[in-house]
């Protein structure tokens, strides 16, 4: 069988530097087009410029080993990369011959007609980009390296339905010990649980599972947590997860108004501002940070110093912590004496931040490198929660099944230190809740 050829676009280098290496035994071509769009995003200081050096470096490496116009074997078992310049005479009449798009598809079609034993294929992340190359009969496909599940739907979501005898549900209540059965359902460490009766759907039991050889734990009832409550099963499962302390890692994934970012924000200040009778309380600092990530058109550079930078990006954040402390006053008086850091994470590289009660906003906007990043900078004693949509991301090299959050999320799922909640209902007013459902 002939080995196949894969024309890589620039958004694959600027999504994974390692892209060179993920194609087994097969050929890639770098358009000399992705060189140049590449050179463009070397000087960003983001995951998108780190891949840009990273490929500029590995490429280096190579061309110490040959000619990248020959083409050079990438290691032993892998194919040969090669850059390649457009051939512009294979497009179809009227294309513009100026566009980057097509300079690349160019490339591929030259290949097409060099080769035709064999196999080319694009390869981006640009999902017109992809349907250029199907209306002209020249194959493409998304990469997906970094797709950790092969759709939203397939996410794990931390909570499953368990059905029971009714007389199970019964002894749950009474402080029995109920086990989960192997045989009948699979389960992850601290993934959430309703007992469902076969006899009649609406008698239930929440709980949590740590084990097959563990009993099922009740779910902790929080009727004050900052000031604010449980409104649904889904809230219960994220404050029982978000108030245990055995728990460094937990992920919060829910649409707009679901109240993941309120839930984390109220069970940080509750462990960190409240001390117990008995001792100190549980963190020393709430850390809360979200992504720079604009939604449309950037506005560009912003002026003053670094907390007037982030002011615009944590508003939404600021605007749930002015609710639960009361008002701006008391707030600012907690960040005065250094209880709550606003944080850029621009500059969380190096750090190691021990002991405090961290809070990522907006995570679904985060690559794998920068979700990395961030959870190596955790220290002893420190709780980390990220929160997020993965339906509104704006990061043009993530998608649903390649951002952050999706891949903590899977990655995850089988570690006792991490827990997971989906929360699929809005609770932030009526009209909220009808504006995410019907537009």
């Known amino acids: 069988m002939a080995k196949k050829i894969y024309v890589l676009d620039t958004s694959v280098c600027m999504t994974d530097a390692n892209s060179l290496t993920s194609y087994s035994n097969n ?3 770098i358009p000399f087009k992705v060189l140049e769009e590449i050179d463009k995003h070397k000087q960003r200081q983001d995951s998108v410029g780190a891949n840009a050096r990273e490929t500029i470096r590995k490429l280096d490496e190579l061309r110490a080993k040959g000619s990248l116009k020959d083409g050079i074997r990438i290691a032993k078992g892998k194919g040969i990369v090669k850059v390649r310049t457009g051939e512009l005479q294979y497009l179809p009449v009227g294309s513009n011959r100026e566009d980057p798009d097509n300079e690349i598809i160019s490339v591929a079609l030259a290949e097409q007609k060099d080769n035709p034993g064999r196999k080319v294929t694009i390869v981006s992340r640009d999902i017109n980009m992809r349907i250029k190359s199907d209306s002209i009969g020249l194959p493409s496909e998304d990469y997906i390296a970094n797709q950790v599940v092969k759709s939203r739907s397939a996410l794990y979501s931390g909570f499953k339905k368990y059905l029971v005898d009714e007389q ?5 209540y009474n402080g029995d010990e109920i086990y989960a059965e192997k045989s009948e359902i699979k389960l992850n460490t601290n993934q959430m649980v309703m007992l469902v009766s076969n006899a009649n759907e609406k008698k239930t039991a929440l709980a949590r599972f740590n084990c097959y050889t563990e009993p099922l734990h009740k779910i902790v009832n929080y009727s004050d947590v900052w000031g604010i409550r449980a409104r649904n099963k889904e809230q219960s ?27 984390a924000l109220a069970t940080g200040l509750q462990q960190t501002l409240e001390k117990p009778a008995n001792g100190d309380s549980l963190y020393k600092r709430i850390i809360v940070s979200r992504p720079i990530q604009p939604m ?3 506005i560009g550079f912003l002026p003053g110093t670094l907390e007037e930078k982030m002011a615009p990006w944590v508003m939404p954040i600021q605007d749930n912590l002015e609710f639960l402390m009361g008002d701006k006053k008391n707030l600012d008086l907690y960040i005065d004496d250094g209880f709550i850091e606003i944080e850029a994470l621009t500059y969380i590289r190096g750090r190691s931040i021990a002991n405090a009660f961290i809070v990522i906003d907006e995570a679904q906007q985060l690559t794998r490198h920068e979700i990395k990043t961030i959870l190596t900078r955790v220290g002893e004693g420190t ?34 230190l991490a827990g997971h909640v989906t929360l699929v209902k809005g609770e932030r007013s009526k009209v909220a809740t009808v504006a995410a459902a019907i537009l």
């Open 27 to 29: 050929d890639i071509i």
């Open 168 to 172: 199970t549900i019964d002894r749950f």
């Open 237 to 263: 499962f994220a404050l029982e997860l978000l108030m245990d302390p055995n728990v460094p890692v937990v992920t919060l994934i829910g649409g707009a108004g679901s109240g993941k970012t309120l839930c």
């Open 296 to 298: 449309g058109r950037d």
């Open 383 to 416: 709780k980390i929660v990220f929160t997020g949509d993965i339906e509104q991301i704006d990061n043009v090299y993530v998608d649903e099944t390649s951002n952050g959050l999706t891949y903590i999320v899977e990655k995850f799922k089988d570690s006792p």
